[in-house]
């Protein structure tokens, strides 16, 4: 009954995915704050799904300085020896 | 004999290339070469991860190394070189996607379609056997790991492009949603609209790929 409850008073996960993309780039009220931490008390998915969220930021922020490990292609060696030649230039 | 694919605004003509060229001036020569040998590969596969195009990833790395040897002074060691490198990289390409997004339309209807509303019963709630699994391990586990990056690499090359620029502008570059909006001309719903459809797409792909593959 309860779970009932909640699920009626709270956003549908496929709104609840959305809003919590939206709450990683602007605040969200404090009333769709509660209701979230609501919703995530019957829905274990959605609450997976935030944290999936800040795991995807981590990665993406820390992914420039491993771009060497993320494979092939790399400067040709004609394009190598044109920026050596440019840079010297300099 | 003319280099292919030889950049427009470069005079050089080299019959062979070679690993090191004479320098013309005195003062720490050996910097830039260096961070060419160093980072040049680093960056490029950045800015091609950001811009898909060789000769504008070249012409970023360029422009990146330019600026550096420019302002190496100002480079007091608070960071590793790469990251400083790195750093001055990104804004190249924010530059060059400010630049871009004043030239062409940036919202691209194609890519707004709502690919991932299988997963929900017509209710709105998760179909069970479509929820978010659990991903394991955590995170400092995994990102040491280069086959983690190439998969991260993969997933990114997968997004529509503009989806993929949005989403690096906002995760990779931290510029703040605003000046995104202000860069390339959308608007705020359409901003949110394209990231939420970037970490949809990218967590789906990281699970089938990465956490949930086939060990």
């Not at chain 1, 996960?13 to 209701?35: A, G, N, T």
């Not at chain 2, 906002?170 to 605003?178: F, I, L, P, T």
Request: with cysteine; net charge neutral.
């Amino acid at each position: 009954m309860l779970v009932w409850i909640i699920s009626w008073a709270t956003p549908k996960c496929r709104d609840v995915v959305r809003i919590l993309s939206e709450q990683m780039d602007h605040e969200l009220p404090l009333m769709m704050r509660f209701r979230l931490r609501l919703h995530f008390s019957v829905c274990c998915w959605c609450e997976r799904y935030m944290k999936q969220l800040h795991y995807i930021r981590e990665a993406a922020r820390r992914f420039p300085e491993h771009a060497d490990e993320a494979g092939d292609p790399a400067l040709s060696p004609e394009a190598r020896f044109r920026l050596k030649h440019v840079l010297n230039s300099q | 004999m003319n280099q292919p694919g030889a950049a427009p605004s470069s005079s050089v003509t080299a019959e062979r290339p070679t690993t090191t060229i004479a320098p013309r001036r005195g003062r720490a020569q050996t910097n830039p070469e260096r961070w060419v040998d160093e980072h040049g590969d680093c960056l490029f596969r950045y800015a091609l991860v950001r811009v898909r195009r060789r000769e504008v990833a070249e012409d970023l790395v360029q422009d990146t190394l330019l600026a550096a040897i420019r302002s190496r002074e100002k480079f007091a060691g608070q960071s590793s070189e790469r990251s400083w490198l790195t750093g001055i990289l990104k804004h190249k390409i924010s530059d060059h996607f400010r630049k871009l997004g004043r030239e062409t339309s940036f919202t691209d209807l194609d890519s707004l379609a709502d690919e991932f509303s299988e997963k929900f019963v017509p209710e709105g709630y998760w179909v069970h056997v479509k929820g978010p699994k659990e991903w394991k391990p955590e995170s400092d586990e995994v990102m040491h790991r280069a086959e983690f990056w190439q998969t991260m690499r993969h997933c990114l090359d997968k997004l529509p492009e503009r989806i993929a620029n949005v989403f690096m502008l906002r995760e990779m570059d931290e510029v703040e949603s605003k000046e995104i909006c202000s860069m390339l001309s959308i608007s705020e719903s359409n901003l949110w609209v394209m990231l939420h459809r970037a970490r949809m797409a990218l967590r789906e792909c990281l699970e089938i790929n990465w956490f949930n593959r086939e060990k």
